[in-house]
């Protein structure tokens, strides 16, 4: 888990290079200044891609946070 939370936390400050505060499973949008909904997007292609997963729309609008995210990461790749 350490280690999924490791390479979320690469992507993140990769595509949010202005943001420097802490990378948590609390992490959101809100938190985040460069995170609006085009980012939000970005955001989940380059998670999809770096685990070799797909996520629905619905599972996409139902994420409050990075921990949501990481934990749907999680049981899509044990799922597979």
């Known amino acids: ?3 999924d939370l490791e390479k979320m936390t690469e992507i993140v400050r990769d595509l949010f290079d202005e943001y420097d505060g802490p990378v ?3 992490l959101c949008a809100h938190d ?3 995170w609006d ?3 939000n997007v970005q955001l989940i292609v380059l998670i999809e891609q770096a685990f070799g997963i797909r996520f629905s729309t619905r599972d996409v609008g139902q994420f409050k946070n ?3 995210l990481l934990d749907a990461v999680q049981a899509k790749r044990a799922a597979n």
Do not use: C, F, N, Y
């Open 24 to 26: 948590t499973r609390k």
């Open 66 to 68: 990075l921990g949501e």
């Open 37 to 39: 909904s085009l980012m």
């Open 1 to 3: 888990m350490d280690d």
């Open 32 to 34: 985040v200044e460069q």
